[in-house]
């Protein structure tokens, strides 16, 4: 059963999420897992908490 975890930023809605979901999902039936058995979960993280290099990317794009 895969568990397929997707962290971004916040601002997609419902539709876009719902059809990343459902793509993900065809990805796996594809590779021959019941659509069934496949989760997807999505967790948002506001720019200021995502950091690279030691930098967050608020700051790297100016909204910190």
């Known amino acids: 059963m895969p568990?397929?975890?997707i962290e971004l930023f916040p601002g997609r809605d419902r539709a876009t999420l719902?059809?990343?979901a459902r793509d993900i999902t065809q990805l796996f039936?594809?590779?021959g897992v019941a659509a069934a058995a496949t989760?997807?979960?999505f967790s948002e993280v506001a720019p200021?908490?995502?950091f690279?290099?030691?930098k967050s990317?608020?700051?790297a794009?100016?909204?910190d």
């Open 3 to 5: 568990i397929v975890r």
């Open 18 to 20: 719902e059809s990343i």
């Open 29 to 31: 039936e594809k590779a």
């Open 39 to 41: 989760t997807i979960l």
């Open 48 to 50: 200021t908490d995502w």
């Open 52 to 54: 690279v290099a030691g």
């Open 57 to 59: 990317l608020a700051a």
């Open 61 to 63: 794009t100016n909204k």
